[in-house]
């Protein structure tokens, strides 16, 4: 069973003028979050990703739809239930939020006061805390004395407090510089490693994915719009917005303008080779085209590994004679994805 | 000069008079505005606990006392005085037509200042599941109390100011004094000893304000 479940949840807000249509800013999502996952939800800003993060923690109500939260349902629950289930959902923000008038310890230790611990074992729970993100020697700190990796540390060790079995990352890292970024990332991956915590991260950015997801939902419109282990959606994206993220990240099939400017700079037939896991068959591909006897050069793509596995695209200019260009695509066909520019 | 030093045990009367009068105002007005600008904080659309019906009538109360000029309100506000306190005139009188006026002012102030903690903090509350009466107490009020300690320090001296009014119901204090033995006697020295003192009063008031506002904002 998933740990997070959500079947046909829509969330519409009223319309603002008497004239306007309601908002409906997450339409008919359904998806499944296996305990361990670091499951990612990519989208440009408006596409419901924040709205959708907050319907699992029910800071927001659904409008419609069921989500379960380790076999529980939890909308149409009280407030006042909420609250316990909300206890169990650990989440970091884009701003950290810390309590700007509260020491770092005071920050770590107000989620376990809500809860009701004790003292002494509060004392000890935020040491172990400030200990694992690293800034045990800040415990004394004002938020404001802090840079913005060490917040969202803080943030996270807040979120983390009450050892919560899901943690929801909204945009984490959107406010940090690329090398603070990969540190909170880190973090967020021993999370997950360590403490077997499943984490929701939402994100624009695709290399946050590629770094710690092992799960991906792109999200357009309120809508997902395609979903599936992060290897899949990178290496095959279906849709075009998903194919527009991935192309942040992965040098994949030349764009028509890029087009242009390959043919200008390179004789011959353009021709883009993809390939998924094994990349000895690449050398195949080589010995084809030179086989035949035919002239190449490499002009665009790369090759890219997630998690272990590789896969890539390889866009390369052909010379020859073309009857002999034919034969060989359909020979080098047999090993790699062929896609001639036209 | 010499007018001025006969009347010292007068004029030292006059101050206490305003001292009392202020302090004991700022403990009922300061209170009563706290709790009314805490519920128009709470209660507005979107808030931790919204409520319409109770966010319209206290900022209808609040917008129909509030522009009355003081030395209207505490004429007007007499029949009242008299069946809370008793008397309609004398010192206790006036400070409990100080404390409603500016209870109504510090109401707002309060507001406004508990309005500019970010909505974000207050998420992360109730993300990791405090509700709305603890999110008010642990939350929002710590987060405020910079610019709140500023907002109370500034009313201190509009109170000092509505105080010197006082003296039209009997209350005493140093307008009172200024008016009858400066302004009436044509003793400008005794009218501006009354006008230093105030003067040395507001920015005592002042300087402790900033002060507490620093240490609470940590800078």
């Known amino acids: ?342 | 000069m010499d007018r001025l030093l006969e009347l010292g045990p007068e004029f030292w009367a006059a101050a206490g008079e305003t001292l009392y009068m202020v302090a004991l105002t700022m403990l009922f007005g300061g209170a009563g505005g706290f709790l009314l600008g805490l519920g128009l904080y709470a209660t507005r659309r979107g808030g931790l606990l919204p409520n319409a019906v109770v966010n319209t009538v206290l900022n209808v109360v609040i917008n129909f006392f509030r522009p009355i000029p003081f030395i209207i309100f505490i004429a007007a506000v007499q029949p009242l005085t008299r069946a809370v306190i008793g008397v309609g005139i004398g010192t206790d009188a006036a400070i409990f037509a100080l404390s409603l006026a500016a209870s109504f002012a510090i109401g707002r102030i309060v507001e406004q200042n508990l309005v500019t903690v970010r909505p974000g903090v207050i998420e992360a509350a109730r993300s990791m599941g405090a509700g709305p009466a603890r999110i008010l107490g642990t939350v929002v009020v710590p987060e405020a109390l910079g610019p709140l300690i500023l907002g109370y320090t500034f009313i201190v001296i509009a109170v000092i100011d509505m105080s010197a009014m006082a003296g039209l119901i009997g209350g005493g204090g140093l307008g009172y004094f200024a008016q009858l033995y400066g302004f009436r006697q044509f003793e400008p020295v005794v009218t501006w000893a009354a006008v230093l003192l105030i003067v040395v009063f507001v920015q005592v008031v002042q300087g402790v304000g900033n002060r507490l506002a620093r240490r609470v904002l940590g800078r």
């Open chain 1, 1 to 342: 069973m998933a740990l997070v479940t959500l079947e046909h949840v829509s969330k519409s807000y009223p319309a603002a003028g008497r004239a306007a249509e309601p908002v409906v800013a997450v339409d008919d999502v359904s998806l499944e979050i296996e305990a361990g996952d670091v499951y990612g939800i990519i989208g440009y800003s408006g596409a419901g990703k924040s709205t959708l993060v907050r319907l699992v923690n029910a800071l927001e109500p659904a409008t419609s739809g069921s989500i379960r939260i380790d076999g529980r349902e939890i909308t149409g629950l009280r407030e006042r239930e909420l609250r316990g289930i909300r206890l169990g959902i650990g989440m970091v923000f884009q701003q950290f939020e810390l309590f700007e008038a509260k020491t770092v310890r005071a920050n770590v230790a107000y989620p376990l006061k809500v809860a009701g611990w004790a003292k002494a074992d509060i004392r000890a729970r935020v040491d172990e805390l400030l200990a694992f993100v690293g800034l045990s020697d800040k415990a004394g700190a004002r938020p404001d004395q802090l840079s913005g990796g060490q917040k969202q540390r803080v943030g996270i060790a807040r979120a983390l407090a009450t050892r919560p079995r899901i943690l929801l990352a909204d945009e984490a890292t959107s406010a940090l510089d690329p090398e603070t970024t990969q540190e909170v990332l880190a973090l967020l991956k021993r999370v997950n490693e360590e403490q077997g915590v499943t984490i929701i991260v939402i994100t624009h950015e695709m290399d946050v994915i590629q770094s710690i997801a092992t799960k991906v939902a792109v999200m357009d419109r309120g809508r997902v719009i395609e979903h599936g282990d992060v290897f899949d959606v990178f290496s095959a994206p279906r849709h075009p917005s998903s194919r527009s993220f991935v192309g942040t990240v992965v040098k994949g099939v030349p764009s028509p303008t890029e087009l242009a400017v390959l043919r200008e700079r390179h004789e011959g037939r353009i021709v883009t080779c993809s390939f998924r896991d094994g990349d000895a068959r690449q050398a195949r591909v080589f010995l084809d085209l030179a086989e035949a006897g035919l002239e190449f050069e490499l002009v665009y793509g790369g090759i890219n590994d997630i998690r272990g596995r590789a896969f890539g695209h390889l866009t390369l200019a052909v010379r020859g004679d073309d009857a002999a260009i034919d034969r060989a695509l359909v020979a080098v066909s047999q090993h790699a994805d062929v896609t001639e520019a036209r």
